[in-house]
């Protein structure tokens, strides 16, 4: 066990409001976390610093084996770089079929010329068959994503987060709008993608966290404010004060 | 893989083979086959209007599959006309100078026939010097060459600029404008070099050609372009329908979530932009010697907004709706325009139509904005009685994005 990604010492301000302040996490590889906070503690600032699409005022992002800095990089470098997102409100390609959204997420050459020149090939195929068996979306494959229910646009991103086959899984409230037992689906399935790779999974749900069973990191107002298990930063009284509302 | 494309894409064949039916139909009725139903004045209008088409479907790409509304492509085109006007005029003026100064006794330095040619072709702007830029217009193969590159590398470097500043929108669109009035100011210019705003005139008379009747070279463009058309319909099709015609649609409805996919999304706009502005380009050089003439105006910002129109009457994201649109607009705009249309006398008033024409068009654009979406294209969606899907709002968050009422029902 490694650590894949090192942020330290990170704050963001937006218009003088300080969003992200002095935070400091390293994430393992493989390694599952559940990131937990009240509203606005910052969650989702972090994934987007992370992902290039925030740049932070000071503090250091990086990532992989080499220790790049992830802070120079455009969020397409990045992404290439291995880290895969998804975000808190699903975000597909309504557009188009489910197939074709699963197809442009697969890991693949990622230039125009590539793209333009390749053949679809028999294994394209089968992993998108297996993805879409993953994500019970075989049946709908060829539909429109556009006209899935918000569950299942929420299943497309994972399918297409797993077709990334990234390094790093950022997942932003992945379970929102799902059923209990498709919840326990998405556990699963989080759990056995975090065997090979760093899993990054920020919930309000906290059955949900407890399914995960893995090391909790709580923010609040931009910071880490505890972590370890579960059971361990429950008992944490500042946890508690900042759950519960002073 | 030429099956399954096609396969893949039946409305190619479709097209392809309307294309060639009415092909074939011109030909016959045209002067040249001797039937004689289709004047060559009118033949050459329609080998323009397939041009149109060609540059028409170019806009669709850039802008309703890659959501750049580009309102400069129609420079592009200008410049295509320009660099194989340069050859025509220098080539023509050529055969011109050799033949008068055959009658000397003494035969003709280089010199003299360059400083004749020269005179002959910039008289109009007293002058008798070549410009730099005319360096290539005594070579064909260099002309057409330029008519490719020339908007080629502009579309390059100005799309560079452009998208790596991620600038987007309608501030895009006025950037692209713009450049466009940048371009015909600088056309108009003498010091240019280009004959400012006399242009550049008599393209239809084609070296080499002069033995034939204007009515059989019509014809021979007619058919060049509407191989131009089919060749272009056919590279358009193949660019938008694999999984390149999917980043790119990706790029149109929400280009910041493509980014965390891991594509640089600046690349496949270049690449969009370019490639149409250089498709743009061949079709205006098939376009202006049917005209005959080209100048300065025909670059102007405005001409660059119509084809926007063409296309969103057509129905952008189609690529024949961009075909039936640019074909149907600019065939009703020479008639309204050309004093066919006939008047319509309301007692206190006579529409003329040649006033009234643009009013119409703006009024009809905005109504199929409003009420018919997905254009005359979205007519062939209707026929296959496909019912749209059960869904809410657009189809991406980005201004270029598809709006709900343009979507394709799965
Ligand atoms: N682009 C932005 N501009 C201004 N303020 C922002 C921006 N992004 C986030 N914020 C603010 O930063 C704070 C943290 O937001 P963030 O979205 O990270 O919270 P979160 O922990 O994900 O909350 P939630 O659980 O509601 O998703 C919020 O107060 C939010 O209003
Ligand atoms: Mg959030």
Redesign the pocket.
Known sequence: MSTLLEVSGVSVT??G?R?INNLSIQIAEPELRAVI??????????M?IVTGK?KPDEGRVVFGDRGDSLLGMSESQIAQAGIGRKF?KPTVFEAQTVRENIAMALKNKRGPFDVLLRRKTENREDRIRAISDEIGLTDALDQQSGSLSHGQKQWLEIGMLLAQDPRLLLVD?PAAGMTPAEREHTTDLLVRAAKTRAVVV?E?DMEFVRRLNCKVTV?HE?SVLAEGSLDHVTKNKDVVDVYLGR | MKNTFIARNPSVLWFLAGLAIFTILVTIMSEATGFGLISTSFLKTLGKTLCLCLVAIAMDVVWGYCGILSLGHFAFFGIGGYAIGMWLMYARTEGIVLTSLKANALPPTATEITDAIGGQIFGVVGSSDFPMIWAFSHSLPLQLLAVILVPGVLALVFGWLAFRSRVTGVYLSILTQAMTLALSLYFFQNDTGLRGNNGLSGLQNIPGLEDQSQAVVSLWFFWASAIALALGYVLFAYVVSGKFGSVIRAIRDNEARVRFLGYHVEHYKLFVFTLTAMIAGVAGALYYPQAGIINPAEIAPIASIYLAVWVAIGGRGRLYGAVIGAALVSLLSSWFTGGSAPNINLGFYVIKWTDWWLVLLGLSFVLVTLFFPKGIGGIFDALAKKTPPNREGDFGPDKGAWRNEEGEPS
Do not use: I
Not at chain 1, 37 to 46: E, L, S, W
């Open positions: 937006f218009d409001f969003a906070g009240p509203n606005g503690a910052g969650k989702t600032t972090f987007d925030t808190q409230e920020v309000h923010l931009g």
